[in-house]
Structure formats: structure tokens, C-alpha cells
């Protein structure tokens, strides 16, 4: 089965800094790369997510970037405000429903 | 539209007591998940259920069941609650074909002493 392992467990920055979380995943056959911030209290929530057949993706101030080969991906925000602060989940499917295993989250703090 | 509703909000029980969680959804999703965070912790997948009438077992599946007798509810029991129990359970669901739409419940803070 997929195993997701996500690294750093906890990551500091100052405002306006940039932010890189990575995900490394087991089965090649993943083809599904979403990541998920969840804010104090609150239930996680979608932000940004890739395909395989892509290798990076950008929406704003937040960007994912993929690596089959590797097999890794990376959540990258830049210009981080105090409101970045939360946790932040990977996840990677190989698009069957069977088991959706998260990595274990990135606290990130940002400090104004 | 409510989507992804969970019942109850807070629940503290003695240890040995039961109890069951409701996890609902109004979108028709096929697919429902029961994850449990423990405090600065990860979501742990604890069952899951591809459609009504079916269910399976996820990473940390042991002192639970589950029932999926009606596609819109999934249910959570714990036959009798261990403080190891102590978390905070989110339900998800998501629909057929699409797996980047996992909408996830509000959470249940359950508290077992």
C-alpha cells in the first residue's frame, strides 16, 4: 500500500519569507497529489493539488511542484503572511478510493 | 446544500461507555472515510466504506465499527471507549470519479476518561 512520508514536522518563517513542504510517496502508481491546509479548529481544507501528467502547478502565492521520478512533491508559498499559519497534509492517490493516507503534517508558523 | 455534517459536535464519555458518531452528507457521495487527528498530530484513516453496504478497514481500524446501511450516513461506534480514544474524528466523503473533491465534516472532539 502508499506510504506518505512528509518533512519538515515543523517549519518557522518570517513574513514574507518563502515556505517548502515535501511529500515522498511509495507506489509509483500514484498519479494524484493534493495538499491540504488545516487552520486551528478547523477541518482541513483543500488549496491546491497536481496530476502526473504535470510537473508543477500555480495558483496565486502557493505553487506544487512534482517529481514521478523521485517520487516527490513539494508545496511551495511564497511572500508568506501570518495567515499561511497552519497545518499543512499532503496525500497522494493512485486514484482508486480504497485507501486515502495522509502524511503525518507540517505545522508552519509564520511570524509577522 | 449542507454537505458534510457530523454528530455530535463534543461528546465526553467514562471509560467502557459506547457510543456512536454520525457522519451525513447530502451530495450523493459515493465514498466515506472516518480519520481521527490526536492533538499536534496527523489524520490516521480508521475505516472507510466505497459504497453502501460496504466497509473496510483503514490504518488504525482496531476498537471501532462501522455501518454503512444508507449511502448518505456513515456511522462510527466504539463499543467501549479506552482514553486512547481521546480525539478529534473527522468524517469525509467523496464523490464517484472525482477524487479531488474530498470534502471533509466538521469534527467530533471527543473526550474519554
Known amino acids: 500500500g502508499e506510504n506518505v512520508e512528509q518533512h519538515p514536522s515543523t517549519l518557522s518563517v518570517q513574513e514574507g519569507d518563502s515556505a517548502v513542504i515535501k511529500c515522498t510517496y511509495s507506489?509509483?502508481?500514484?498519479?494524484?497529489f493534493p495538499w491540504y491546509k488545516q487552520e486551528l479548529g478547523k477541518r482541513p481544507q483543500l488549496i491546491i493539488d497536481?496530476?502526473?501528467?504535470?510537473g508543477e502547478k500555480k495558483d496565486q502565492r502557493i505553487a506544487v511542484t512534482l517529481n514521478k521520478t523521485a517520487k516527490h512533491f513539494s508545496l511551495h508559498i511564497t511572500e508568506t503572511q501570518p495567515e499561511d499559519s497552519a497545518v499543512y497534509f499532503c496525500?497522494?492517490?493512485?486514484?482508486?478510493?480504497?485507501?486515502?493516507?495522509f502524511g503525518a503534517g507540517t505545522r508552519l508558523a509564520v511570524h509577522p | 446544500n449542507a454537505g458534510v455534517t457530523q454528530t455530535p459536535k463534543f461528546r465526553v464519555l467514562k471509560t467502557g461507555q459506547s457510543m456512536t458518531l454520525l457522519c451525513a452528507q447530502d451530495?450523493?457521495?459515493?465514498?466515506m472515510y472516518w480519520y481521527r487527528q490526536d492533538p499536534g498530530m496527523g489524520l490516521r484513516l480508521i475505516h472507510y466504506?466505497?459504497?453502501?453496504?460496504?466497509?473496510a478497514k483503514g490504518e488504525v481500524p482496531d476498537g471501532y465499527n462501522v455501518s454503512r446501511l444508507k449511502k448518505q450516513n456513515f456511522l462510527l461506534g466504539l463499543e467501549s471507549a479506552a482514553p486512547s480514544q481521546t480525539s478529534v474524528y473527522f468524517c469525509?466523503?467523496?464523490?464517484?470519479?472525482?477524487?479531488?473533491?474530498?470534502?471533509f465534516g466538521p469534527g467530533t472532539r471527543l473526550t474519554v476518561l
Open positions: 496525500l497522494a492517490s493512485s486514484g482508486g478510493y480504497n485507501k486515502l493516507i
Open positions: 507506489d509509483s502508481a500514484s498519479n494524484y
Open positions: 497536481i496530476r502526473s501528467n504535470v
Open positions: 451530495m450523493n457521495h459515493e465514498y
Open positions: 466504506s466505497v459504497g453502501e453496504g460496504t466497509t
Open positions: 469525509a466523503s467523496i464523490p464517484r470519479g472525482a477524487v479531488d473533491t474530498q470534502y
